[in-house]
């Protein structure tokens, strides 16, 4: 991948080689860390970070769900993250900080294994490929189920937990669709490899609930606000995967894919198969949003300065 200039690590910024860490670091054995995806946008004043606030507590919560020694505060993280995109310069569009244990360690158990921190920015561009916001991405059903509360911290960003959708995403990948869907431990629909999903059916808009093994999507609640504000009624619920097949429009919500509609699931196109006009009204308004061109939103974008 393309390299920027320097990555935050442990309170310094060194250069993008230097960011490294030993084959024995227990995070990258056991999967003992948690991380954020941020996007960062450009607006009239100078590009600023999207629900800045909202994602670092969202990774202090995380780091506290995996009972990690943290040694840096909320402000500490916050700063370092605007540092880390300020010096990286204007073409960055996308953080990415991430808690993990990285002293050397072999053993499973992970009390007093050092945890460190590493802000790395990069040049994401379109997540899903070029031109799927605007056709739309194809989904299969996965055979692999979103991790439950029962197996795993499912609403937690854990970097372990991940191994789960990097198995549905090859699935996705090798079976020529562009994402997969994943159901929980009930049958019902959880998210996709990497974005929330909500369906919009006979004039509402439903999303699955906190409990149903998801995680709880910053985008997904940026628009789940909107969308009421915009006078759209909208469900937090069980979601049947029959109820996606049926649905008059489907897209999914993240950080990396931001709103991108779904064309078919599992072969079977989604209303007529093109972008639906409320996936799209959606879409627009959370375009000037981010760019700051709508004033009711400003207090979630951040300047770096
Ligand atoms: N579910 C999962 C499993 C997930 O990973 C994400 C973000 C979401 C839902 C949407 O959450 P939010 O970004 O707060 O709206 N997935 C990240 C991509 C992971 C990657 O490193 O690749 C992201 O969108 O940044």
């Not at 991380?35 to 607006?43: A, D, M, N, Q």
């Not at 590493?118 to 070029?130: F, H, P, W």
């Not at 009930?186 to 998801?214: H, M």
Request: glycine share 10%; aromatic share 8%.
């Amino acid at each position: 991948m393309e390299k920027t200039k320097k990555i935050w690590l442990d309170g310094e910024l060194v250069d993008w080689e230097k960011a490294q860490v030993h084959v024995l670091a227990h995070a990258l054995n056991y999967g003992t860390g948690v991380f954020e995806g941020i996007r960062v946008y450009p607006t009239s004043n100078g590009p600023a970070v999207f629900r800045l606030k909202d994602h670092v507590k969202r990774l202090l919560e995380g780091a506290k769900v995996m009972a990690f020694d943290v040694k840096f505060s909320y402000d500490e993280v916050f700063e370092a993250i605007k540092d880390t995109v300020r010096v990286n310069g204007d073409g960055v569009d996308y953080v990415k900080p991430c808690f993990f244990l990285g002293g050397e360690e072999v053993g499973l158990n992970p009390i007093n294994v050092d945890c460190r921190l590493a802000i790395t920015c990069i040049r994401m561009g379109s997540y899903l490929g070029e031109g799927a916001q605007e056709k739309g991405a194809t989904l299969i059903t996965s055979s692999w189920k979103r991790p439950w509360n029962m197996a795993a911290p499912a609403g937690a960003k854990v970097n372990g937990i991940y191994v789960t959708s990097c198995l549905a995403k090859r699935e996705a990948v090798e079976r020529g669709a562009s994402e997969a869907l994943m159901l929980n431990a009930q049958g019902n629909i959880a998210e996709c490899s990497g974005e929330n999903i909500f369906i919009y059916k006979r004039g509402k808009l439903y999303t699955p609930k906190v409990t149903d093994s998801i995680l709880e999507g910053i985008t997904r609640n940026s628009i789940m606000e909107i969308a009421s504000d915009l006078g759209y009624e909208v469900f937090e619920r069980e979601v049947s995967r029959i109820e996606a097949y049926t649905a008059d429009e489907v897209f999914m919500t993240g950080t990396a894919a931001e709103i991108t509609p779904v064309s078919s699931i599992d072969n079977r196109p989604i209303g007529d198969g093109k972008p639906g006009p409320v996936c799209k009204e959606l879409q627009d308004i959370f375009h000037r949003v981010v760019r700051g061109e709508e004033p009711q939103y400003s207090h979630w974008l951040d300047l770096v300065g």
